[in-house]
């Protein structure tokens, strides 16, 4: 059994920052083995990629966030974070954090960020 645990989220003033976590909590290998992603959703909209990275540590960012946001991972603590810098009222959603393994796609229960003008 595989489970993500978002953390992080909140409501913050445009130019600011914040730090979303992603814990996973499961057996054996996985998330060493697991590539990783944030997601996010704003209302009426579809859920669209931010950011991932390669479980060998290679990084892919949705253009509107390049630069900005930074997606880590420490498979010590077996976390995923997303340190989002000069947040915009347009990054305001919920993020959900995405685990892929094989041919198995794993998802938290998001955490909402709200970024205020």
């Known amino acids: 059994q595989v489970q993500l645990v978002e953390s992080g989220g909140g409501l913050v003033q445009a130019g600011e920052s914040l730090r979303l976590s992603c814990a996973c909590a499961?057996?054996?290998?996985?998330?060493?083995?697991?590539?990783m992603g944030w997601y996010r959703q704003a209302p009426g909209k579809q859920r669209e990629l931010v950011a991932d990275?390669?479980?060998?540590?290679?990084?892919n960012y949705a253009d509107s966030v390049k630069g900005r946001f930074t997606i880590s991972r420490d498979n010590a603590k077996n976390t995923v974070y997303l340190q989002m810098n000069s947040l915009k009222p347009g990054d305001t959603a919920v993020y959900f954090c995405?685990?892929?393994?094989?041919?198995?796609?794993?998802w938290g229960q998001g955490t909402q960020v709200t970024v205020s003008s």
């Open positions: 990275i390669t479980r060998d540590g290679d990084t």
């Open positions: 995405n685990a892929h393994f094989g041919r198995s796609d794993y």
């Open positions: 499961a057996s054996g290998i996985f998330f060493s083995f697991a590539d």
